[in-house]
């Protein structure tokens, strides 16, 4: 569980962490989109490329990426099984009894795969260069012109930014209970299917205990320290526009143009 790596903060000094939150927040949204453009393995290439380049301008190792992916790998595997046994179009490749394969589902597992891993590396850039107080100030910011309809947008963005913050905190705590079961003589890897479930379920009940005891001890420091939900509040921090963030921004939006243009030009 050590491995997991999303929503950890990594302090450096590189070029995007000195980037406006917003500006970064803005740029994965247009990403994410242009992910799920049907643009072919070549957009996804490119897309694959310059995620990668951003990576290491960030000065993040490619190891802690693929860390961030360990996670997804059996659900990509329960998602080839899945398209496996479901799509039945194209070109028959494989047979075996009752068991076919198609070209389509070779295919369109190819693209999911991809489409996660992508996903994985753009939010992990997001969250291992930005700050959780940096991020809460973004995302209220972006979420402002809905005040007007009365839309509770500082509430919103707290919440993100603590679920963010607190997903290491509880991978910890489920490694030291995994420890402290495994010490009392819980098995989570051998037994049947029935002794796998109930080891599980040691574990479980005493993550949500550990989750209600922390939001409570959370509630009482946020109340210890003056907040008030609904409050107006000044800020310590300004957050400014640079050339740099525009740039981001201007770059990410000509990469979804850039996979609009290739899906398009593929349906022609």
């Avoid at 574990?203 to 989750?211: G, H, K, N, R």
Wanted: glycine share 6%; charged share 15%.
């Amino acid at each position: 569980m050590k491995n997991i790596t999303l929503g950890q903060y990594i302090p450096l000094d590189s070029f995007f962490h000195k980037l406006d939150p917003r500006s970064k927040i803005c740029a994965m949204m247009a990403i994410l989109i242009a992910i799920f453009v049907p643009a072919g393995f070549i957009g996804y290439a490119i897309l694959a490329v310059v995620l990668v380049a951003c990576i290491l301008l960030a000065k993040l190792q490619i190891s802690f990426v693929i860390k961030a992916m360990k996670p997804m790998v059996m659900m990509m595997f329960f998602l080839t099984i899945i398209n496996v046994f479901v799509i039945k179009t194209g070109n028959l490749l494989w047979t075996l009894g009752p068991i076919t394969i198609y070209d389509d589902a070779l295919k369109q597992t190819g693209y999911i795969v991809v489409r996660l891993a992508l996903m994985i590396m753009t939010t992990t850039l997001l969250t291992a260069t930005t700050k959780p107080m940096d991020m809460t100030l973004g995302i209220e910011d972006l979420l402002s012109p809905l005040e007007k309809l009365h839309v509770p947008t500082h509430d919103i963005a707290m919440m993100i930014a603590l679920a963010l913050r607190f997903i290491p905190t509880l991978i910890d705590e489920a490694e030291r209970i995994l420890k402290a079961q495994a010490s009392r003589g819980v098995d989570f890897e051998n037994g049947s299917l029935k002794e796998k479930i109930s080891a599980i379920m040691s574990l479980i009940v005493p993550m949500f205990v550990s989750c209600f005891q922390r939001a409570d001890d959370l509630a009482d420091a946020m109340e210890a320290r003056g907040y008030v939900v609904g409050a107006k509040r000044v800020r310590y921090k300004i957050l400014k526009f640079t050339t740099g963030d525009y740039a981001v921004i201007i770059i990410a939006n000509l990469l979804l143009a850039g996979m609009i243009f290739l899906a398009v030009r593929g349906t022609v």
